[in-house]
């Protein structure tokens, strides 16, 4: 595990960084209630993440990920997992950060106001 939430329904989010994909469990800990990513499969599309590095839910249940090590950006779903939308740019690899409009160099964790 590499970090991790607390929604505001009291569900556990697991960020599991070099396994490319982040958790969501119940708040007894004991049963898997949705996936991002695919297992063990980096990439920089709607599906895969590249070494994530964060998570934070919204009050409106909207996600949010810093998908920062391999791809240098930040990736919106809704609150079922579909695909919103992704800001930086978002190739992977080391030509895809940056310190420009749209760039990112190794997001983190994105603030959620309560």
Same mark, same amino acid.
């Given at each position: 595990?590499?970090?991790?939430? /607390?929604?505001?329904?009291?569900? /556990?989010?697991?960020?599991?960084?070099?396994?490319?994909?982040? #958790? !969501?469990?119940?708040?007894?800990?004991?049963?898997? #209630?949705?996936?991002?990513?695919?297992?063990?499969? @980096?990439?920089?599309? &709607?599906?895969?993440? @590249?070494? $994530?590095?964060?998570? @934070?839910?919204?009050?409106?249940?909207?996600?949010? /990920?810093?998908?920062? +090590?391999?791809?240098?950006?930040?990736?919106? +779903? &809704? @609150?079922?997992?579909?695909?919103? !939308?992704?800001?930086?740019?978002?190739?992977?690899? $080391?030509?895809?950060?940056?310190?420009? $409009?749209?760039?990112?160099? #190794?997001?983190?964790? &994105? &603030?959620? $106001?309560?």
């Amino acid at each position: 595990m590499h970090s991790g939430e /607390v929604d505001w329904d009291g569900n /556990v989010w697991v960020v599991e960084r070099d396994n490319h994909r982040i #958790l !969501k469990l119940n708040p007894m800990l004991d049963r898997v #209630l949705m996936q991002l990513g695919t297992t063990g499969v @980096s990439g920089n599309d &709607a599906g895969h993440f @590249s070494r $994530p590095s964060g998570i @934070s839910v919204l009050h409106s249940g909207r996600i949010i /990920v810093t998908d920062g +090590y391999g791809n240098n950006r930040v990736v919106m +779903y &809704a @609150s079922d997992g579909t695909f919103i !939308k992704q800001i930086g740019m978002g190739n992977g690899g $080391p030509d895809d950060r940056g310190t420009g $409009p749209g760039q990112f160099h #190794l997001p983190h964790q &994105a &603030a959620v $106001p309560c």
